[in-house]
């Protein structure tokens, strides 16, 4: 399954070390990954596969959102079929 | 690919925007629970309703997770219950707190469907369950009624038009512990539809499968948005970026209707393409009429803002969706929105400019208080006058007044939660008490001679 994490807040040292880590332990793959600052905000945008991951969406989704707690940035996980389903005829 | 700006477009949406799916209702046919005694139809009811319903909260809860779309209310809709106790005439609230019982036990917020539809004609036992609702309403907390008394087809029954002023009024007074809550509970129909999924007047018509799923959109705060955004656009321009959001917001829900449908193993009824508002700042269908240029809802100008919003809507979400139904169009109740709260405080809006305004948008006079010592039969002329836009316009009218014990115009009501707080607005002083105690059936208009 392929999900869309998104990350937004005040830009820091290891944001991306810290989101990227805890996907690696599991074992979900990063297809994708962009990362700007707009307005003033740091955004990453990354495609992750969950394929081979030991973890639900729902499972991951909780433990990005207290990560993000933790570093002080906002973190979401979402399937790619809600952004496909809006956005592409 | 999806570009970044759509992705971002749809966070926001959700963050800053107030972007939801406001309901997801379950219908159930409760048609085969029918048994001889009270005792024994309550108890297959709520035996059918914990067995069907019972992941509907898990379900939804995990879609809201997954998709990042948070999931408002999960709620149940049934068989209209008054075919369902004609067998007991005199005890219909053994059933109506039975499935008080089984909506707590799933954990739905409202179940709806302790119904009559009566828009032709009142069999005894349809008089007897009627004359039940006020005590239904007052024993239960979760239980949501409504009765259809008119429609294109068949006309307006008067008879029921004026019981049911009498009906909100004994609900009012039952529930004067709670300000008349029992009423917020309680809508009047002109054209009743069979598979909407909104409370309080959701019902799971005869005409529909055994177990359906209906979704109801939201995103009043994100049409706005857009509008803000454009400040220059002229109205064909208006009408084109409403088009496009409600698409991208009904999508949305398509998304998670068809899903939820296939996870909880019931057929995909329709996604109702509706605005819906919320008390909260931001989440306002009065803001966006505002938006396109009014300094205030309810002046001038206000029932051509909302006939350009509610087509657009539509529109915009007939194409996004493969099952439309419901009441789908823009929602005014009153204590719900932001703006029409503020709209009625300070005059701009009364009930008269209300009841034009629902001759071009769903639903009707709703979430709308009025002074507690207003009359049944005053009641009941609120009732016939939105009857009659419905009927003569061939689409769903509806009346959800709170008759607010001990409280006059000036005051407040508080509701709590979703359902707000609204100002107590004034009614016309004249009776209409003669016009109401005539009876009979006012006769279909001409245009529903089709055949």
Redesign the interface.
């Known amino acids: 399954m392929k999900a869309v994490v998104t990350v937004i807040g005040k830009d820091k040292p290891g944001i991306i070390a810290s989101v990227s880590g805890l996907l690696a332990e599991h074992s979900v793959n990063i297809e994708d990954i962009s990362q700007t600052i707009m307005s003033g905000n740091f955004t990453m945008l990354m495609y992750a596969d969950l394929k081979n991951s030991d973890l639900s969406l729902a499972a991951l989704a909780d433990l990005l959102n207290d990560l993000g707690k933790r570093i002080g940035v906002s973190i979401h996980v979402q399937h790619e079929d809600i952004f496909n389903a809006m956005h592409k005829i | ?2 570009s ?1 700006k ?6 926001d949406m959700v ?1 800053k925007e107030h972007l939801d799916v406001r309901t997801i209702t379950m219908g159930i046919s409760l048609i085969p629970c029918i048994r001889e005694s009270a005792k024994d139809t309550a108890q297959a009811c709520y035996d059918r309703i914990c067995s069907y319903a019972e992941n509907i909260v898990k379900v939804g809860d ?1 879609l809201e ?5 948070p999931i408002v209310n999960k709620r149940v809709s049934i068989t209209p219950a008054s075919l369902l106790t004609a067998n007991f005439s005199g005890q219909e609230t053994v059933l109506a707190k039975k499935l008080d019982d089984a909506a707590k036990n799933v954990g739905v917020d409202f179940l709806g469907g302790y119904s009559a539809l009566v828009q032709k004609g009142m069999t005894a036992y349809e008089r007897s369950f009627i004359e039940s609702i006020p005590e239904a309403l007052a024993i239960t907390d979760r239980v949501c009624s409504s009765v259809n008394v008119g429609s294109s087809k068949s006309g307006i029954n008067l008879d029921a038009v004026a019981l049911m002023g009498e009906i909100v009024k004994r609900t009012a007074k039952r529930t004067e512990a709670t300000d008349g809550f029992g009423c917020a509970k309680l809508v009047v129909f002109c054209n009743a539809v069979e598979d909407n999924p909104f409370m309080a007047g959701a019902f799971h018509g005869v005409g529909e499968a055994e177990k359906v799923i209906n979704v109801g959109v939201s995103g009043p705060g994100v049409v706005h948005y857009a509008l803000k955004n454009n400040p220059d656009a002229d109205i064909s321009q208006i009408a084109e970026i409403i088009k496009k959001t409600a698409f ?1 917001i009904t ?2 829900g ?2 998670i209707a068809s899903e939820a449908s296939r996870r909880l193993n019931a057929e995909f009824g329709i996604v109702d393409l509706s605005l819906a508002p919320t008390p909260v700042m931001g989440d306002s269908v009065a803001h966006i009429l505002e938006e396109i240029g009014l300094e205030r809802v309810g002046t001038h100008g206000t029932t051509a803002c909302l006939a350009l919003l509610n087509d657009a809507v539509k529109k915009g979400g007939v194409m996004a969706s493969s099952k439309v139904g419901g009441l789908s169009g823009a929602f005014i109740p009153v204590s719900e929105d932001y703006g029409m709260i503020e709209g009625a405080r300070c005059g701009e809006l009364t009930l008269n400019k209300l009841e034009a305004m629902t001759a071009v948008c769903s639903v009707g006079i709703d979430m709308v208080a009025i002074p507690g010592d207003t009359s049944a039969e005053t009641i009941s002329a609120i009732i016939a006058d939105e009857a009659a836009i419905g009927m003569i316009n061939n689409k769903t009218t509806a009346v959800r007044v709170i008759p607010v014990p001990n409280k006059g115009v000036g005051d407040f009501v508080e509701f709590g939660g979703l359902l707000g707080r609204a100002p107590i607005m004034a009614v016309q002083k004249a009776s209409a008490a003669k016009f109401i105690r005539r009876g009979g059936k006012i006769p279909a208009p001409i245009h529903s001679n089709k055949n």
Not at chain 2, 65 to 69: A, Q, R
Request: overall charge negative.
């Open positions: 690919m999806l970044n759509e992705i971002f477009e749809t966070i963050e995990a997770k997954e998709y990042g779309i991208k999508r949305a398509q998304l």
